[in-house]
T-cell receptor
Framework: EAGVTQSPTHLIKTRGQQATLRCSPI?????VYWYQQALGLGLQFLLW???????NRGNFPPRFSGRQFPNYSSELNVNALELEDSALYLC?????????????FGDGTRLSIL | GESVGLHLPTLSVQEGDNSIINCAYS??????FIWYKQESGKGPQFIID?????DKRQGQRVTVLLNKTVKHLSLQIAATQPGDSAVYFC???????????FGTGTRLQVTL
């Protein structure tokens, strides 16, 4: 069974640009979560999508947004990139909001802002 | 709960010894807890979970203990191996399933 897959592996942008990160959940999982892991810091919750709807949002500015597609894959969009957005962005999936199963993570997208 | 600082606490153990990694969680309403292992360049890997109606759960070479009175969680690794070297995170969740709140992480170094 394929795990959570994320693309691209690495992404280099400059300040002010926009970035799009993609995630495919484990087959059968309907919930997708996004986390930011900045260098030297732990994981910070960004967004949770389930059945195509945004269910919860972390303490991040509105320029962080996303969506979930009918096939349950997801995109994270970051607008007006700032230097401090440089981080590893991790996507996780689980069986949905009623299943209370563990979240399983992909290996992330390393976003570097120059 | 919230991660702070740039320096991870480090636990150094000899190969073959048992390891105990501790975690204090923040939300008394949390009812689901998970331990993850993160190796360099990879995403967190699920190790074991426990629900608040339990105080102990065992897996293969790992045991998780939950003390709700003092909001403390621990991960015990038996016969630690070099492949166990990684950063370990505890995470808490409140049902219905939503965001995970991660601890600061502990780096486990296994010496030969």
């Amino acid at each position: 069974e394929a795990g959570v897959t994320q693309s691209p592996t690495h992404l280099i942008k400059t300040r002010g640009q926009q970035a799009t990160l993609r995630c495919s959940p484990i087959s059968g999982h309907t919930s997708v979560y996004w986390y930011q892991q900045a260098l030297g810091l732990g994981l910070q919750f960004l967004l949770w999508y389930d059945e195509g709807e945004e269910r919860n949002r972390g303490n991040f500015p509105p320029r962080f947004s996303g969506r979930q597609f009918p096939n349950y894959s997801s995109e994270l969009n970051v607008n007006a990139l700032e230097l401090e957005d440089s981080a590893l962005y991790l996507c996780a999936s689980s069986g949905g909001q009623d299943s209370n199963q563990p979240q399983h993570f992909g290996d992330g997208t390393r976003l570097s802002i120059l | 709960g919230e991660s702070v600082g740039l320096h991870l606490p480090t636990l150094s153990v000899q190969e073959g010894d048992n390891s105990i990694i501790n975690c204090a969680y923040s939300n008394s309403a949390s009812d689901y807890f998970i331990w993850y292992k993160q190796e360099s360049g990879k995403g967190p890997q699920f190790i074991i979970d426990i629900r608040s109606n339990m105080d102990k759960r065992q897996g293969q070479r790992v045991t998780v203990l939950l003390n709700k009175t003092v909001k403390h969680l621990s991960l015990q690794i038996a016969a630690t191996q070099p492949g166990d070297s990684a950063v370990y995170f505890c995470a808490e969740n409140t049902t219905p399933a939503s965001k995970l709140t991660f601890g600061t992480g502990t780096r486990l170094q296994v010496t030969l």
